[in-house]
């Protein structure tokens, strides 16, 4: 009796515990669930609320500014919401600040700024970002100033983006940081400075010649400064707004990558974050997907291509004469720049059409990667080498066999001169 009691016992005991587990997990179940649908339905409310914007398309006949970005930002997470309701909340964290000062990056404060450039006279150019100046600093070192426009709406984002990606990016064909400000409200970037502008201005500027050999090293210095981006960083960074706005020339005519703002690091880059880029360099699969992959930065690479070939700008529809010309063979010969006719190998620029054309192809996947046109873009150069090396040993080989003849001649002269003085001592 006493064993069949505390039987009973135990099995009231673990019956009752387990009962008490069952309702637990109930409770707990149901208010997880609650919280994910309040959730849910809270993201819907807000995703709803948001605005579809449309591209803006700055044509020749609605802007003069060819450098405009077109960004059409949509929220799509709780988390991204709240980090745009908190305008400046990034600046405030010190671990980034102190990231930033170990990448080697100065930080200035808004007197030596205002002091370095004049009081913010000297202007270099404006953008949709905000306004570049001219500056020097106490050390001597010339550089570009530029400042968020306050009004700027991406611009915080796309400040923060700079110096977390170009403090730890650095290759002779990106264009270098060398400090920031955040000092009384303003956001300033300070860069090295690149006399020869951008390649946009060098292209569409009448006064401006740039010959082919330029234009096909530029072509090769984009290609180095993509590929570091594409396959030499780690992780991979896709810039996101190439363009020849966005390429700057030093003193030398070399080319370097510049504008990082809209850039992303390749392994976050699969959130949907609206359209960011500029028209006429935008990947069409991009528009129709919105998904941008490395094969979109190639696409803007080709369009950039056919500029330094035809001096065509996107706004001018060179998508337009770039098909025309591919239905004919030489096609590209038809829209080549006045200034380079007669005054270029014909066929190095059809090489280079062609690489173009790849990168254009309306399949991202059929696309090169970058590596591939680099290596396509060096073997033209190499070509040249080679021909020139083989018409310098030409002619080093003829010049000798001259100077080979002019010795025998000579020495016949002079046997003929001996002969002659021993007929005549005979």
Known sequence: MVEQADLVIIGVTVGVALGLLIACLLFFGIRWYKKRAHLSRCTNERSSSVTTLPIRT???????????????????????????????????????????????????????????????????????????????????????VKVLAPNSKQGEKEFQTEVLLLGRLHHRNLVNLVGFCVDKGQRILVYEFMSNGSLEKLLYDEEQDLSWDDRLQIAADISHGIEYLHEGAVPPVIHRDLKSGNILLDHTMRAKVADFGLSKEEVFDDRNSGLKGTYGYMDPAYISSNKFTMKSDIYSFGIIIFELITAIHPHQNLMEYINLAAMDHNGIDEILDKQLVG????????????????????????????GEVSQGIRRIKQRRLAKENTLSFAGRSFSNLSRAFSRIEDQQVELSRRNSMNQRAA
């Open 58 to 144: 700055n044509g020749l006949g609605t802007s003069t500014d060819f450098s405009d970005t077109t960004t059409i930002s949509i929220p799509t997470s709780r988390t991204e919401i709240l980090q745009e309701k908190s305008h400046f909340s990034w600046w405030n964290h010190k671990k980034k600040d102190q990231f930033a000062s170990a990448s080697g990056i100065l930080k200035y404060s808004y007197k030596d700024i205002q002091k370095a450039t004049q009081n913010f006279t000297t202007v270099l150019g404006e953008g949709s970002f905000g306004v570049v100046y001219k500056a020097t600093m106490p050390s001597g070192e010339v550089v570009a």
């Open 343 to 370: 005054k270029c190998n014909i066929e190095e620029v059809r090489q280079l059409a062609r690489v173009a054309h790849k990168c254009l192809h309306k399949s991202p996947k059929k696309r090169p990667s970058i």
